[in-house]
């Protein structure tokens, strides 16, 4: 266990750096991953971490003292800092008092014939990461965003993911249309402001593999998007209600595909 | 047009109270109302206002002037305030500078054979927000809430609606067993931990009214709520993720309900 008690340490000011701007994560090729519920999952992922940081009081926590126990690295890893330190470099206002310097996964190539998600200009880390685990959950395992998305591996999103970042296959700044192109799938695009009903009999592509595309929270898909669609489908609301959240509009969509799946089988 | 510039003032003294406290807000039977989705709404409930606070460069932003201009209340219920006042009533980072003290709109009374949906001790007032506004998305009307879930007429809870407060049924602090006494309504209960997949056929209550319930984001639903269950039922989910956030479990829930309802037309 190394002891750091200064922010002008240069791990803290990296990391620091990391947490609050996603254009250096992305840069660097690293990230900020805070709390229990990514610890938990880096034990299966060792070879991502290049520091630990634990709040000073954090091994008090059984749950994180459990995790710490168990991570598979050399304890030259593990730094204990005071909490004036390491409320700098923690992206949240309450924290159990571990958070991880880690490497970004690089992500696999684009195959034919897979289920994907598309997220066109998604700018709320938030949404961004609960989309990635309603994909993930509803068995679709790879995900690619739009240049203007908010970034997948910002420590918010990452945060919002819950974990289910590493078990997912993550492509950032690519086009729609060479995604299509690559994978040769259906294009289903979920748009508030027409198109068919999901729940319509008819967009039966249930033994095809297809990418889904979310829109921006405030605009929708964009034109270029729309050109690309195989299919343009809308969830039906009552009238008193505009639009759902693109996370919410995404979880719909994504059950609705599960379930015509599982009822073809 | 008032203008306040002291913290001390009583009106902005009281604001700040309910700000901070939900059971301030429950107690005194009024609630804070941020931003212009809040405000544009509140254009068709006038009767609740009590006072309009603008910090002073609101009126620069031309949706809050446009909203200003139309609200049918008296001049002597707006305040301008400094940015410092402003930010002390105001429960979040990024406002446009508008908010609304107002009167919290009784419940209608429960009758039999509507649909519902219950909350049993939901505790991120985001979540409660975000579930009364995919409710009435999905048609369902009436929303209760158990004693122990966050009071939905919190800021925050407030917030998270969007506007749909206004618009829903709610009742708060209220057992299950009295609503599903008065409804007499079928009870489908969502349970991370096992039951009938959501997606089987044979949950088909399509004729039937419902009460929808949905738990605790870290426990799930009490055993006394799974006593009352006429069917407890399940999301399919990969098995890589353990559960689906609480509002996003109960949006696929109540639009599988919808679409069951559509089909069937």
Known sequence: MNYVSSESNELIKKMKKLVHSSRTCRKEGQTVAEGIH??????????LIRA????KDALENHEVSEVVSVLPIDKKKFYEVPASVY???????????ICCLIDIPKPAEIKPQEDWVFMDDVQDPG?????????LASDVKNVALSVNSAYPWAPKALRAGMGIH????IHTGIELSELKQKTEDICL??????????FNDDWGYSADKTIWVFGNEGQGVSREVLTLADKVLLIPLNPAVESLNVAMAACVCLFEQKRRRLSKK
């Open 38 to 47: 990514l610890a938990k999952e880096l034990v299966n992922h060792p070879e």
């Open 87 to 97: 409320n700098v470099i923690c992206p949240v206002e309450q924290s159990v008092g």
């Open 52 to 55: 630990v940081i634990l709040r």
């Open 127 to 135: 949404n961004v990461g609960t989309i990635i685990r309603s994909a």
């Open 189 to 198: 695009v979920a748009d508030a402001r027409g198109g068919e009903s999901l």
């Open 166 to 169: 590493f078990l997912v296959n």
